[in-house]
Nanobody, 115 residues
Framework: QVQLVESGGGLVQAGGSLRLSCAAS????????MGWYRQAPGKQRELVAT???????NYADSVKGRFTISRDTTKNTVYLQMDSLKPDDTGVYYC?????????WGKGTLVTVSS
């Protein structure tokens, strides 16, 4: 029903910034809540940020104050601005509904933070 494509990842030094984008075939704001998830090798995906269809945001304690989730409804796109990046932020980042929908996972975008 919806296809999500993540982009914007890359290699950055600790303390640097990246801006991730999530493009949807249909607006993700048809979901009650949209989120960004990340997954490190050998670990389960974890939810790091959410935004409601009304624009209310929330963050995991580990990224609070450093990451900002936002949306552009006209472009059917959700963004994740990541500042003050740490090596522990390294992983593949995905967008999806929150709670996630199994059939909506994209391929993700890789973020690597060097020390």
């Amino acid at each position: 029903q919806v296809q999500l494509v993540e982009s914007g990842g890359g290699l950055v030094q600790a303390g640097g910034s990246l801006r991730l984008s999530c493009a949807a075939s249909i607006t993700p704001f048809t979901f009650n809540v949209m989120g960004w998830y990340r997954q490190a090798p050998g670990k389960q995906r974890e939810l790091v940020a959410t935004i409601t269809n009304g624009g209310i945001t929330n963050y995991a304690d580990s990224v609070k104050g450093r990451f900002t989730i936002s949306r552009d409804t006209t472009k059917n796109t959700v963004y994740l601005q990541m500042d003050s990046l740490k090596p522990d932020d390294t992983g593949v980042y995905y967008c999806n509904a929150a709670p996630f929908k199994t059939n909506s996972w994209g391929k993700g975008t890789l973020v690597t933070v060097s020390s």
